[in-house]
T-cell receptor
């Protein structure tokens, strides 16, 4: 079984709709991240969480919110989706160990299309 | 602003050829990772380098961290079709008590049979 899972894998929605992307992990890692990937722009950090009570904005958090329901679960919400939020979304995890904090483990991604 | 520039952006080569991909920054990183991403999947960690001048080998892949920890290279010997994918470098650094992490824009490699 995959260590980091994301649901749904694909989603098509309309402008203005609220969307939630979910991420679960069985790696036992404290740290979780949400990224979006756009052609030519690479992976950009939306939000990250170092534990259940510690949530931080990344470089492109506007229009997004997150919830860390448990150590193993981290959800990303688009409150009112817009077309320029069409992208690939990835969840990732990493260990608390300061020596391994740069080593991230990614889920398979969610392809989101906003019409 | 920390930036990680990768070159080339695209590379198409024949099976059996050698290639080198570069990851450059004007800033110093405390560690640097290389990932490979295949279509429809998330990036997969290949290696971490932390010491200036460090060289790590993973079968036919050789990774080097620059002496000043500002750049890195990935060399593939005798490329195979299975090496096809998007190669991403990523680096982390500490600033003002927080840890930052960024990804390069990637090198898309296609190895032709």
């Amino acid at each position: 079984d995959a260590d980091v899972t994301q649901t749904p894998r694909n989603r098509i929605t309309k402008t203005g709709k609220r969307i939630m992307l979910e991420c679960s992990q069985t790696k036992g890692h404290d740290r979780m991240y949400w990224y979006r990937q756009d052609p030519g722009l690479g992976l950009r950090l939306i939000y990250y969480s170092f534990d259940v009570k510690d949530i931080n904005k990344g470089e492109i958090s506007d229009g997004y919110s997150v919830s860390r329901q448990a150590q193993a679960k981290f959800s990303l919400s688009l409150e009112s989706a817009i077309p320029n939020q069409t992208a690939l979304y990835f969840c990732a995890t990493s260990e608390r160990d300061i020596r391994k904090r740069g080593e991230q483990f990614f889920g398979p991604g969610t392809r989101l299309t906003v019409l | 602003t920390q930036l990680l520039e990768q070159s080339p952006q695209f590379l198409s080569i024949q099976e059996g050829e050698n290639l080198t991909v570069y990851c450059n920054s004007s800033s110093v990183f405390s560690s640097l990772q290389w990932y490979r991403q295949e279509p429809g999947e998330g990036p997969v960690l290949l290696v971490t380098v932390v010491t200036g001048g460090e060289v790590k080998k993973l079968k036919r892949l050789t990774f080097q961290f620059g002496d000043a920890r500002k750049d890195s290279s990935l060399h593939i010997t005798a490329a195979q079709t299975g090496d096809t994918g998007l190669y991403l470098c990523a680096g982390g650094w500490s600033t003002s008590g927080t840890y930052k992490y960024i990804f390069g824009t990637g090198t898309r490699l296609k190895v032709l049979a």
